[in-house]
């Protein structure tokens, strides 16, 4: 099974729901984590509203530091997605992973409205069926690093 890292900055959203699609279509290829450089604590209200109302599953999910995850040595993550928009800057950063790539996607904490959640639910889940559709165990890791960069 490929470990699967999803980081942004708040792990209040964006992050959690991918955490959320990858693990629900996963298929038991993938497992999914999430995590953030600076959380708030707390998952976006309206970001589990936007789960429940695609019917994704939203327990477990909790906001939580990248610090957390760095003291785990019980899993290496195989990829890690950095979710972050034009602020790329202050995206974390994760060391010592097999591939990275950074997802442009916008920060929808700076808007209160349940329809930009959504169509990052949709970006997402088009990402991540492309990500499933990958021949991961085929594939040599720079022409997986070329492809996952594609997505």
Known sequence: MYQVLFL??????RSILAESILNHRAQGRFQAYSAGSDPTGQVNAKAIAALEKAKLPIQGLRSKSINELDTDT???????FVLCDKAIEACPVWPNHTITSVWDLENPNEHDDLDVIHEIILALDSRINLLMQL???KLEHLKLKQEIDRI
């Open 135 to 137: 021949p991961v165990e």
């Open 8 to 13: 942004d900055t708040e792990n209040a959203t």
């Open 74 to 80: 019980t899993v290496k993550f195989d990829f890690v």
